[in-house]
């Protein structure tokens, strides 16, 4: 599932409130560049030094991740996109290519859970 919320959503609730329901979560905090944004996803989640920085590699690591979610007796995950208004305005189609991505892997991986937070 994937979701898009505004400037004003409060992100330390939407944390608490997947932790209480059980699922491993990672805030990503996203940049005003596509090529710091996918740094941080891999410092973030840890990527192997194979990381190609970029969407490709991004997709391929995240459906890594994703997979370790599909069996019921591992934790779902909530994946939180935090601060994407400043790639939006700088680079729109990195912001559109990077949803895209997102939406692929959570559409293919139900308990890989993504929140973009558009501020």
Known sequence: MIRHLGPGADVEALVAAALEQGREVHVVRAAATK???LA???DTLDFPAWYGAN???LADCLGHLARRTDPEDRPAWQLVVDGVAGLGREDPRALAGLCDVLRDIAAS???FHVTVVDR
Do not use: G, I, V, Y
Request: glycine share 0%; hydrophobic share 40%.
């Open 55 to 57: 969407l490709d590699a």
């Open 109 to 111: 991986h139900p308990r």
């Open 35 to 37: 090529e710091s944004t």
């Open 40 to 42: 941080a996803f891999a």
